[in-house]
């Protein structure tokens, strides 16, 4: 999907298309939006989690309702200094494919609201998320040992490294260790790998190795592994070591 916000307050709302982020089901929005009201009055804030589509029109992909009095008019909530971060549950009602307790997935917010009086000591300010860094992940790609593939003594072996949900134009290969016996290819090559961290989500830290056996007319993968390098990538972006 490709996921803006829709977010409407009694008859005011915003359709922040520009919010859009293309093939993604984790997107990272950092918005900030604000309605005047009354209270009591019209308190039922309204975020919509719409799927952006070029041919058809855009669709729904979950939504979550919240009754703002319900906080402005709780002493507890009102006496918070900084009000707590929220995970509010994203439903799709209607969908007869969904159970009632079904989850179109979480985002995550907070809410400030502030008197008419309180405002002008509470300008609203711009919300960013973390830095962008640019990294290298270098790989060296020494040897293979005991590779097999039925019936076949000699193979000619080259190596391929790309991340999960990564730009596949990124992928780094080996040259081929042609003729090699016994699954035994040798290479000693370096593969260069350019990220940008941190990373949205956890399986996007993962790397992908794969062996191939190069042929005539098609290549033929031999296997494969992955390696989830993500917590390596969160300790070096939050050190910035290395970096480009």
């Known amino acids: 999907p490709s996921p ?3 977010v409407s307050l009694g008859d005011k709302e915003v359709k922040d298309t ?5 093939n993604t089901t984790n997107p990272e929005f950092f918005k900030m939006y604000e309605f005047p009201t009354d209270l009591p009055g019209p308190s039922l804030l309204n975020l919509k989690i719409m799927d952006k589509n070029l041919l058809s029109s855009d669709t729904l992909l979950g939504e979550t309702t919240i009754d ?4 402005w008019f709780h002493p507890k909530w009102t006496l ?7 995970i509010r549950t994203l439903r799709k009602e209607g969908d007869v494919s969904l159970t009632k307790s079904s989850s179109q997935g979480v985002v995550l917010l907070w809410i400030d609201v502030f ?13 960013f998320g973390p830095e962008k860094l640019k990294f290298e992940l270098r790989i060296v790609c020494w040897r293979s ?17 790309f991340m999960d949900g990564g730009d596949q134009s990124m992928k780094g290969t080996t040259d081929t260790h042609w003729r090699c016996k016994n699954g035994a290819g040798s290479w000693n090559w370096r593969v260069k790998i350019p990220i940008e961290l941190p990373i949205a989500a956890r399986e996007k830290g993962r790397l992908r190795v794969q062996l191939w056996s190069r042929g005539l007319i098609s290549n033929r ?10 917590d390596w990538f969160m300790l070096t972006y939050h050190r910035k070591t290395q970096q480009v």
């Open 115 to 127: 008197s008419a009086k309180e405002l002008p000591r509470n300008p609203s300010v711009k919300i």
């Open 80 to 86: 918070l200094d900084k009000k707590p971060l929220e």
């Open 221 to 230: 993968i031999v296997g494969e592994a992955v390696v989830n390098l993500y």
């Open 18 to 22: 520009k919010s859009v982020q293309s």
């Open 4 to 6: 803006y916000i829709k």
């Open 145 to 161: 040992v005991g590779v097999k593939i039925p019936g076949t003594r000699l193979l000619d072996l080259f190596a391929t490294f």
């Open 68 to 71: 703002l009095e319900d906080r």
